[in-house]
């Protein structure tokens, strides 16, 4: 069974990261998604990221699929109006923990 975790600010993530998650866990973000410093730093027992859906209606990152041609691909859910995708979201009532404490500037 996979853990399920939200953190909206990096701060935060790197605190769930190193101290609750297991191994094969999913990180889910929020709304503070553009503070999220990089897939390339989350540890290698998180197995992905994923997004849950608390109001921002923008598109969101998607995890690259080499089997759609590469870079040059224009995958369905990708559009040039930053509007969302019901693609892009994990649904919320899997969270097994969920952090919804807006980042302090």
């Not at 999913?26 to 503070?32: D, K, R």
């Amino acid at each position: 069974m996979h853990s399920q975790f939200s953190a909206v600010s990096s701060r935060a993530f790197l605190t769930i990261i190193l101290v609750t998650c297991n191994i094969g866990s999913t990180l889910c973000i929020g709304s503070e998604w553009h503070r999220f410093p990089s897939s390339f730093f989350v540890p290698d027992y998180v197995s992905e990221v994923q997004w849950i859906d608390d109001g921002f209606r923008g598109l969101l990152p998607f995890p690259f699929n080499s089997t759609l041609g590469g870079t040059s691909a224009a995958p369905s859910y990708f559009n040039n109006k930053n509007k969302t995708s019901d693609q892009q979201y994990v649904i919320c009532f899997l969270l097994t923990f969920s952090s919804v404490t807006p980042f302090l500037t």
